[in-house]
């Protein structure tokens, strides 16, 4: 494997001291306790700036701002008008998107490799949502009634939209809120992730330079069992638009019952990547190795369980070992570098430690396995670690690990692997690699999950619905279905005699 540690050059502006920088009804003030806390850059330690520490009377005056702006000037916006905005913030993004992959590589650690790529499907997804403003619509319907009643359906803005944001990519994952926010004439209050807070904080600042109304998006830095538990038990917060944990998320559905907040919850996964011996190797290899080591493995449809057919399993285990070793892991401002570090010591603490119970839980650590500490100095680093010989109930196996671990269990034939690929509560994504179409469309029906990839992994289009079975959680993101959870729906039945 080769290490590499270079430094960060050239620090975008926006790390010049931030603690003012919480964004309620378009100004950025302070948190109202003044408080603060550091953010750090994972790959080398270095704290890059203080971030405001919002509690909850912070909270709630940034849902007054999101009440008001709801009511006001915003609601008499049309479809083009917000659509023109959405429009408008595209361009700034490509215009800036240098800066912007640089703070995301530099407050979470993806690779410039990788948040450099991000820069067409974020305007896929801004072009996605700009389109759908002009597709919130109602019906007209038939109806039986005696009389001359015509029956219409009409859609309108449920209103102010919390949205809680992970640390595994903000730069995207913010999208998917603000999108259907804007596109529907919602309003919003972000709370981003205390680990990954600067390209949330960057986006505000583009939406105000491209002339969303003071208050359409509120912005609260903060820790989530405060801020973000504020925000989700908020009497006057209408919808919780959430990723992240299993466990948070069952938090987020215990503390929205107040008010019935509606709920969008993408939580954790666990997902099957299933590789039969007919498959074309030389794609499945690598495939399955992104499939898992992709952003350090902190991805929640990461293909964490691959499957792999016995009579080919020794050879498959070797060339993914292989591969695994020819990463480049490192400080990713190195343009070279493909895998980052883990977010925190906390995480990495969290994946060394499942490291330890797979191989003491009997699996074979056939690559990786270590952190990277005397390399790589004072960053969270872990090598791509493959674990062969798992069966499905171990630990590691059946728990998200969230780092760049990746475990080979073995089947004999395609129902033996449908019955473990389902023994798992998650239900967010799954694959096949094989030539056989009907072993695809079998596996495709069979797979209980959200997303089925077939000899490829990780695409996700924002025309194409993405959501989970089971404990990964409920609502869709993308495609037609998800701007229908930002509307409420109105019947009407008018007289006409
Ligand atoms: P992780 O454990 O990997 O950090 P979380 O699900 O805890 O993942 O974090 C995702 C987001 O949820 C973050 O913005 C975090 O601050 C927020 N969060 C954490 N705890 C809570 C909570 N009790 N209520 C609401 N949001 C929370």
């Not at 690929?421 to 072993?439: C, E």
Request: charged letters at 20%; proline letters at 4%; glycine letters at 10%.
């Amino acid at each position: 494997m080769s290490r590499q540690n270079s430094h960060p050059e050239g620090r975008p502006a926006i790390l010049a001291n931030i603690t003012q920088r919480i964004l309620i009804g378009g100004e950025w003030v302070s948190a109202a306790s003044n408080k603060s806390f550091e953010a750090f850059n994972p790959a080398t330690g270095e704290v890059l700036t203080r971030i405001a520490e919002a509690d909850a009377s912070d909270v709630d005056s940034a849902v007054k701002a999101a009440r008001r702006a709801f009511e006001g000037e915003w609601s008499r916006w049309t479809p083009y008008d917000r659509q023109r905005l959405l429009l408008r913030v595209h361009d700034l993004i490509e215009k800036n998107f240098e800066e912007l992959a640089t703070i995301e590589t530099l407050d979470m650690g993806a690779p410039l490799q990788r948040t450099r790529g991000l820069k067409r499907y974020i305007s896929q997804l801004l072009n996605f949502y700009a389109g759908q403003t002009a597709n919130v619509a109602g019906e007209t319907l038939p109806n039986s009634l005696a009389g001359n009643i015509k029956t219409m359906s009409i859609k309108a803005p449920v209103g102010v939209v919390g949205g809680i944001i992970p640390w595994n990519g903000p730069l995207i994952s913010q999208w998917w809120i603000l999108g259907p926010v804007l596109a529907t004439g919602c309003t919003a209050v972000i709370k981003p992730a205390e680990d990954a807070s600067l390209s949330v904080i960057r986006i505000a600042e583009l939406l105000i330079e491209a002339g969303m109304p003071a208050g359409v998006v509120n912005i609260v830095t903060g820790y989530g069992h405060v801020a973000g538990a504020a925000l989700s038990e908020h009497l006057d917060v209408d919808r919780i638009a959430f990723t992240g944990s299993t466990a948070t998320g069952r938090k987020i559905i215990q503390a929205s019952a107040g008010n019935i907040k509606r709920l969008q919850l993408e939580l954790g996964g666990k997902s099957p990547d299933i590789v039969f011996a007919d498959a074309n190797l030389d794609a499945a290899v690598p495939g399955a190795a992104m499939a898992a080591f992709n952003n350090t493995g902190q991805i929640c449809y990461a293909g964490t369980r691959l499957f792999v057919q016995r009579s080919i399993q020794d050879q498959f285990v070797e060339r993914l070992s292989a591969f695994s070793r020819t990463l480049r892991v490192g400080n990713g401002i190195d343009p070279n570098v493909q895998i980052g570090p883990i977010i925190s010591a906390k995480q990495l603490d969290q994946v060394m430690r499942y490291v330890d119970i797979g191989q003491s839980e009997g699996a074979t650590l056939a690559s990786g396995g270590k952190r990277l500490e005397a390399e790589l100095g004072k960053g969270f680093f872990v090598e791509p670690t493959v674990f062969s010989n798992v069966t499905n109930d171990m630990t590691i196996a059946q728990e998200e690990i969230f780092g760049p671990v990746v475990s080979v269990i073995p089947f004999d034939n395609a129902e033996h692997a449908l019955k473990m690929a389902n023994d798992i509560n998650y239900g967010l994504g799954g694959a096949v690699w094989t030539s056989s179409l009907s072993t695809a469309m079998k596996m495709s029906h069979g797979i209980k999950a959200g997303t089925i990839w077939i000899n490829c992994y990780g695409q996700i289009d924002p025309g194409v619905g993405f959501g989970g079975y089971r404990m990964s959680g409920y609502g869709w993101k993308g495609g037609p279905q998800h701007v229908d959870g930002f509307l409420y729906q109105k019947a009407i039945y008018m007289n006409l005699d």
